[in-house]
């Protein structure tokens, strides 16, 4: 049963990616977003996403930075038309948001820097992500899930087909 999923942005150029994480066993990335400007259509279509994958009778709190877009009325809209708890972190409390956070920093690691993105077009960046997104939940072993990868830890656990 999801209890929570945590919702942030990171910005890397040339794109805006928006993605949602269920960090509190595993971290896997539940559903994700990719555009190139932090809108209500980025924002509100990623949270549509991730209420379509939720069980019938799942109403976790999801938990944000203090990002305008958070409150937007069509974000509060489809949060209470699903029944799902708002959670916010206080203002300069980044640990409130640390599985988002560290989530970003290792894909900024291990996707991002030390690539010359020059003369890489958005669509093929989109890809990159897209691609790295998808690696991460199947294939990228953890070492505190047994060296699983998130998709085979849930799936161990019953918690995923």
């Known amino acids: 049963m999801m209890r929570r999923m ?3 942005s990171i910005r890397l150029i040339p794109a805006r990616c928006r993605i949602t994480a269920h960090p509190v066993a595993d971290g896997m990335p539940v559903c994700w977003s ?8 980025l924002t509100n279509g990623m949270l549509d996403k ?12 999801v938990h944000t930075d203090r990002g305008c877009h958070y409150r ?3 974000w509060i809209s489809r949060m209470e038309a699903a ?18 956070e560290g989530f970003f920093g290792r894909m900024k690691n291990e996707m991002f820097y030390g690539v010359s993105w020059l003369n890489v077009s958005i669509e093929e960046f989109i890809h990159t992500v897209e691609d790295y997104m ?24 019953g918690l995923s087909a």
């Open 72 to 74: 937007w009325p069509g």
């Open 34 to 41: 990719i555009g190139i400007s932090p809108n209500a259509e």
């Open 6 to 8: 945590v919702e942030n």
């Open 83 to 100: 029944h799902l708890h708002r959670s916010m972190s206080r203002k300069g409390c980044s640990p409130d948001n640390s599985a988002c």
């Open 50 to 61: 991730a209420i379509s994958l939720l069980k019938v009778g799942e109403h976790p709190v």
């Open 134 to 157: 998808v690696w991460y939940r199947e294939k990228r072993i953890k070492i505190s899930l047994g060296g699983l990868s998130p998709l085979e830890y849930r799936q161990k656990l």
